[in-house]
């Protein structure tokens, strides 16, 4: 939770903002599938903006999706354009999760600031504000559609 707050607070400093910042090459459009469910429930714990883990029939179970159906989602980026710009420069978790009883794909996107000590390997990456430098979607690996698609709120 202290690695959470601390992210929060970097994203709205000066040192992330500030002009000429690039991200390093190793943290670029990296991605990482959370398989352990607590870190999966704080994924979707989003501060603001809306997740599926804010509706009463949103998330029933989590399942881990495989590396061919993250390929897919990947290769299917582009769609999300123009409504996030880039989407494949984001840092990305990949949640899997059943809501209805399908399951379907949370994908927490981010841009961390340079030298942040956040593993998203084994944390969640949570941001309150942060603009559209932090943004989420539902992928469904069955129909290969985007659904869900929110930001966060500026800064």
Not at 35 to 56: E, G, K, M, Y
Not at 70 to 88: C, F, M, N, V
Request: one cysteine or more.
């Amino acid at each position: 939770m202290l690695a959470a707050g601390a992210l929060a607070l970097a994203a709205c400093t000066p040192a992330n903002t500030r002009s000429g910042s690039v991200p390093t090459a190793i943290k670029a459009g990296q991605s990482w599938v959370v398989t352990r469910p607590i870190v999966a429930a704080q994924v979707l714990d989003t501060c603001s903006r809306d997740s599926p883990a804010r509706h009463a029939d949103g998330v029933s179970g989590y399942w881990a999706p495989s590396r061919a159906q993250i390929d897919a989602l990947e290769s299917r980026l582009q769609q999300l354009q123009p409504t996030i710009a880039e989407p494949a420069r984001s840092g990305r978790q990949y949640v899997g999760f059943i809501a209805q009883g399908r399951q379907l794909i949370y994908i927490n996107a981010f841009t961390l600031p340079d030298h942040d000590k956040t593993n998203p390997a084994r944390e969640a990456v949570r941001a309150c504000d942060g603009g559209a430098a932090f943004w989420g979607a539902v992928y469904d690996p069955q129909a290969g559609t985007f659904s869900d698609i929110a930001t966060n709120g500026g800064f």
